[in-house]
Antibody, heavy 118, light 108 residues
Framework: EVQLVESGGGLVQPGGSLRLSCAASGFTFSSFEMNWVRQAPGKGLEWVSYISNSGSTIYYADSVKGRFTSSRDNAKNSLYLQMNSLRPEETAVYYC???????????WGQGTLVTVSS | SYVLTQPPSVSVAPGKTARITCGGDNIGSKSVHWYQQKPGQAPVLVIYYDGDRPSGIPERFSGSNSGNTATLTISRVEAGDEADYYCQVWDSITYHRVFGGGTKLTVL
């Protein structure tokens, strides 16, 4: 069974940093492309970042480019999102999602809540 | 950047058919995916590649895509279908993944 478990969320001050992790199991992690998607309270889904299976190709939403860094460790079956210079409007649940062959999001984790507030 | 437009809300009586649209410039040339999200839960893929269903998704869920509009159709709607629904595509110019704003389906 595919499992994705996010961790690392919490309360951080504006301008601060946080590192999220996503632990994958139940599939060959190194064979799949992965994404981060976030959802602000009461709002819709927003794609944040994509990383290829090898980690050599990464894309970011314009809203986070230059501040967020996505990475992965295939030996540890883990995906990471380093978030710097966080803003209050980035308070959201952050999900990791496994990508399918049609650029769809086949499987999602349960998410981790990031709160940016003083 | 590519924009997807969904109606904020759709209402339907139980047993009837619900149709949720997703508009985008020449969206018919893209593969459209649909997600269902219930309160407090992660999204679930219900339709991919315009009209294919992942295993475990009821046949009542179907999709179509042509021109500037993609449509998610839910037949014989049940109370348990009440949720937010999101469409999503891949933008081949920016390589970004794009979501629609979401549609809240209310079962009357």
């Amino acid at each position: 069974e595919v499992q994705l478990v996010e961790s690392g969320g919490g309360l951080v001050q504006p301008g601060g940093s946080l590192r999220l992790s996503c632990a994958a199991s139940g599939f060959t992690f190194s064979s799949f492309e992965m994404n981060w998607v976030r959802q602000a309270p009461g709002k819709g889904l927003e794609w944040v970042s994509y990383i290829s299976n090898s980690g050599s190709t990464i894309y970011y939403a314009d809203s986070v480019k230059g501040r967020f860094t996505s990475s992965r460790d295939n030996a540890k079956n883990s995906l990471y999102l380093q978030m710097n210079s966080l803003r209050p409007e980035e308070t959201a649940v952050y999900y990791c999602a496994r990508e399918g062959g049609w650029r769809d999001f086949q499987h999602w984790g349960q998410g981790t809540l990031v709160t940016v507030s003083s | 950047s590519y924009v997807l437009t969904q109606p904020p809300s759709v209402s339907v009586a139980p047993g009837k058919t619900a149709r949720i649209t997703c508009g985008g410039d020449n969206i018919g040339s893209k593969s459209v995916h649909w997600y269902q999200q219930k309160p407090g839960q992660a999204p679930v893929l219900v339709i991919y590649y315009d009209g294919d269903r992942p295993s475990g998704i009821p046949e009542r869920f179907s999709g179509s895509n042509s021109g500037n509009t993609a449509t998610l159709t839910i037949s014989r709607v049940e109370a348990g279908d009440e949720a937010d629904y999101y469409c999503q595509v891949w933008d081949s110019i920016t390589y970004h993944r794009v979501f629609g704003g979401g549609t809240k389906l209310t079962v009357l």
